[in-house]
Structure formats: C-alpha cells, structure tokens
C-alpha cells in the first residue's frame, strides 16, 4: 500500500468538517484513499447500476443500506443526492468526517456543492503520486522512464505496461466522459484533437488554430476543452501579466496532468525513442509544473501558479505568489550537467524584475547552489511545501 501524502490533509479535514470531498483524475487513488482511512464507514458506489438506480430513486433506501458515516464514491453521477446529505449533516453539524465523497468531475459536482453543502464540506484535490510518494527505487529511474510511465498508482504498484494501461484508460474514460458531457458527433476528429494537445504540451495555446487543424469550430474545441480540464485531463497555466500588461503574452499554456497519457497519445513508447523526440524538454517541463500542483494540493493550499513571457520571448517558466508575499521563480530544463547559461533568464528576472525572488533553476543534475544565489536543484527533490 503506497502512503500518501495528502493523507494527513484529509484526516484533519475530518476533524473539523462534516463532509470530505475528494476531486481528482479517475485512477488517481480517491477510492483506496478513502477506503484506508475510513475502514468503518460504509461504502456505496455511484458507478455501480443498480446503486446509482436507488440513489435516484429512493434516497431513503438508500441511506438505509449505506448509513453515515459513508463513502459515497463517484458523486458527480448523481449529483442531487448531495441536498440529502446536506439534510443528514444539519440533524447534527458537529458529526464530523460523516461522509467522505470522491468525485472525477468537477463542473458536475461545483454548482451542486455550492447550492447544497457550502461550509460543510472540505475539499481536497487527489492527484497521481508524487516524487515523495514514490519509492527509493523508483526515485531512481530517468526521467525518460518517469514521463513514459507516468505517476498513477496502478501503474507504480502493480507495475502495468504504461502504453497498454494508457490506452485502456484513454478509451474508458477519457472518451467517456467526453461523450457524456458533450455531443461528441465525430469521434476520429476528437481523436486527432487528444493528439494535437499533446503535441503542445508547454506552449501557448491557439484555440483557433487548433480548430482549423481538427476541422471544428472554436466553440466546439473550447467546449471538449473544458471537459478535459474538468475531469482532471488537462490544465491550462495562466499568464503573469500584473501591473506590465502591455508587454506581457495573454495567452496561456497547455500541460497535462500525467505525462504518461501524453507519451501514449504520442506514440512514445521507450526511453530511448523519447530521448530523441524533440518534444522532450516539453514533456520534462510538463511532469516538473504537474509535480508542483501535486505538493499543494497535498498541502491542503490553493494553486497560485503563472507562467511569464514578453512580446520579446523572455520567458519564465514558473511564477509564484509565497504565502510571504515573496515571489519565487523556476526555469525548467531537461538538462542532466549544469551550465551557467541556463541560469540567464532568472539573472534577467531577479535583475529586471524582483531582486528579493527566490530563483531556482530545475533539472536533471545535481543540487547546487550557484554564486549568484540561485538554487538549482534535481526536479526528483525539488520541493517548496
């Protein structure tokens, strides 16, 4: 049983909140999750027929065969059972950690939860593992083995060829879920879609020249765009631009949440044809943001992540905003030797932008710290939290 680390940050959720709701990509862990920590809850599945049919239907029966405290996993397939539990939290709202929920999509639970269980409950963001949640072994691989194989338990624990679960996962639910949120007429021009987002993994995204590749509207694309970020597929990071907009791109960027999905819609499929691929930096950058969303999300913290890049190309690959009112600064390269030439843009930052920025470059080699007190640290033990 892999330990995870927002365990901590979900038991304290339960201490003080009546319901749990964990959100986060199907097979990222929520069910094991929940199962682990609440062994004496009782447990219903949404995704099951016949128990999602009484959760429609006869709510009272329902609750009868799973009485709180109960896991209700898969939520969002029934998303008005959550005014039922908003009645049997307020018969007793110091009855903590009564009911522990796992969603996979989160426009299909946002605007229940807010109308149904706002103040009730926590939530708490589940994601694949982390570098800290990996085993000293599989700390040890290269990076071209972590991208290709990507972070999600199964995959970690049970050692599954990553092309083969990918693959499943992609036509199970990926597909799916698409199709059930959206009318998805033309299923090869979606698929050609999955293909082109991956292809552009840390770049700026054109919604519009994407839809004059697959051959649908922006609309559309913008629509299945937004499903795919809803069910924890893909995330868009934000452009930094306060107080210097004019000379700041507006555009955002595009990375997935596993890069293992990416290198199978790809057709990466060994270390070595990825050694080659020139998308290679792109996908080290995607796994390196992606990690950070994993430690604060675990911390139990809001993401307050940007990306910088001037009309000129200056870029910056990661912004942040530390609790401290201090801005930290990360270039990210595949790199595996340390040259003082991948510094460059956070001596430019620091000198044009914010001389107090905490400023490290992020890598394939070791930790070192260099004379102009930037830290440059191996992406495996990069960490903030």
Wanted: hydrophobic share 40%; net charge neutral; charged share 25%.
């Amino acid at each position: 049983m892999i330990k995870r680390a927002i365990a901590s940050t979900v038991g304290r959720y339960a201490k003080t909140y009546p319901a749990v709701t964990m959100l986060g990509p199907r097979q990222a862990g929520k069910t094991t999750l929940a199962r682990m920590m609440f062994p004496s809850h009782s447990y219903a599945n949404l995704e099951d027929r016949e128990t999602r049919d009484l959760a429609e239907n006869d709510v009272k029966a329902f609750f009868s065969l799973y009485p709180p405290p109960v896991i209700i996993d898969e939520v969002q397939t029934v998303p008005d059972i959550l005014s039922q539990v908003q009645v049997r939290i307020d018969e007793n709202r110091k009855a903590y950690g009564q009911f522990i929920l796992t969603g996979s999509h989160q426009s299909a639970l946002s605007s229940a939860i807010a109308k149904s269980l706002a103040g009730r409950t926590a939530i708490a963001d589940v994601m694949p593992l982390s570098f800290c949640e990996l085993s000293a072994k599989d700390r040890k691989l290269s990076a071209d083995l972590l991208m290709i194989r990507g972070f999600m338990p199964e995959i970690v624990a049970e050692g599954k060829p990553p092309d083969e679960f990918y693959r499943f996962y992609y036509r199970t639910y990926v597909e799916r879920d698409i199709s059930d949120f959206v009318n998805m007429r033309n299923k090869s021009r979606f698929e050609k879609f999955m293909v082109l987002l991956a292809g552009r993994v840390g770049q700026l995204l054109n919604i519009s020249s994407l839809a004059s590749e697959v051959g649908v509207s922006s609309t559309t694309l913008e629509e299945w765009l937004s499903v795919l970020e809803s069910s924890y597929v893909c995330f868009r990071l934000r452009p930094y631009f306060a107080n210097i907009s004019k000379r700041m791109v507006k555009t955002p960027k595009l990375y997935f949440y596993e890069t293992g999905l990416v290198c199978h819609l790809l057709g990466i499929k060994t270390a070595e044809h990825l050694m080659r691929d020139p998308l290679r930096g792109n996908i080290f950058e995607n796994m390196v943001v992606s990690e950070r969303l994993k430690q604060i999300a675990n911390a139990g913290k809001e993401p307050d992540l940007y990306f910088l890049r001037t009309a000129k190309g200056f870029e910056i690959d990661l912004l942040e905003k530390g609790d401290d009112g201090r801005t930290s600064v990360s270039e990210i390269k595949s790199a595996m030797s340390y040259h003082h030439s991948l510094l460059e843009n956070l001596k430019e930052y620091i000198e044009k932008w914010s001389e107090d920025a905490r400023a490290t470059l992020v890598y394939d080699g070791k930790g070192i710290s260099s004379s102009d007190g930037i830290q440059c640290q191996n992406f495996r033990d990069w960490n903030r939290i």
